[in-house]
């Protein structure tokens, strides 16, 4: 109930090509869903975020997609660029729980 | 603005040593939380701080690890005595609220 499953496990895309990161989870609850990236020797940054009251959100390349009857979101990045390669993860939350539930992370190659 | 401050950035100890890790918050941040990051394990919240009170300490591994917040802007993350198999990534994340956290560098530990 608690966990978010985040798949693929690692994904390579070619520069220009769209990347795609799903992830799905249990607990109806969950009201809040941030995606973060992580480069190498640093700690994650927050990318983007949804709530579920919205279907899609999108900022600049990254756009959030959200269905909240099948309980899966997912991130799309446009126009994949080699700096976007990364470590990215999923996560969600649930009201005044500040707990956020982490997926297993994808790590996203774009080749040049 | 400094951002999260966490110290030292890599630590090496052998088994038996008594580990501190150190983390500086953003000022002004209300939530303070201690993460560990392995490749097996993934992100792992250890522990989180409200207004410098422990909220929930249920991802701490063991009794040997300890964790205070003696005021707002200061945490350490304890381990005594330390195993090999603690060494991972630790990082700190402060947010003022629920919805951002911030995280900082990491400290690298390895326990030989």
């Known amino acids: 109930q608690q966990q978010v499953k985040q798949s693929p496990q690692s994904l390579i895309v070619q520069k220009g090509g769209i990347s795609i990161i799903n992830c799905a989870y249990e607990n109806t609850a969950f009201d809040y869903f941030p995606w973060y990236q992580q480069f190498p020797g640093k700690g994650p940054a927050l990318l983007i975020a949804i709530r579920p009251d919205v279907s899609e959100k999108k900022e600049g390349r990254f756009t959030i997609s959200f269905n909240k009857s099948a309980k899966q979101f997912s991130l799309h990045i446009m126009d994949s660029q080699p700096g976007d390669s990364a470590t990215y993860f999923c996560?969600?939350?649930?009201?005044?729980?500040?707990?956020?539930?982490w997926g297993a992370g994808t790590k996203l190659i774009i080749k040049p | 603005d400094a951002g999260v401050i966490q110290s030292p950035r890599h630590e090496v100890t052998e088994m038996g040593q008594e580990v501190t890790l150190r983390c500086k918050p953003i000022s002004g941040h209300d939530y303070l939380f201690w993460y560990r990051q392995t490749m097996m394990r993934g992100l792992e919240l250890l522990i989180y701080?409200?207004?410098?009170?422990?909220?929930?300490d249920s991802g701490m591994p063991e009794d040997r690890f300890s964790a205070k917040m003696p005021n707002a802007s200061f945490s350490t993350l304890k381990i005594q005595p330390s195993e090999p198999r603690d060494s991972a990534v630790y990082f700190c994340?402060?947010?003022?609220?629920?919805?951002?956290?911030?995280f900082g560098p990491g400290t690298r530990l390895t326990v030989l």
């Open positions: 994340a402060s947010s003022l609220g629920r919805f951002l956290q911030f």
């Open positions: 996560a969600a939350s649930r009201g005044s729980n500040y707990q956020l539930i």
């Open positions: 701080f409200n207004n410098n009170v422990p909220i929930d």
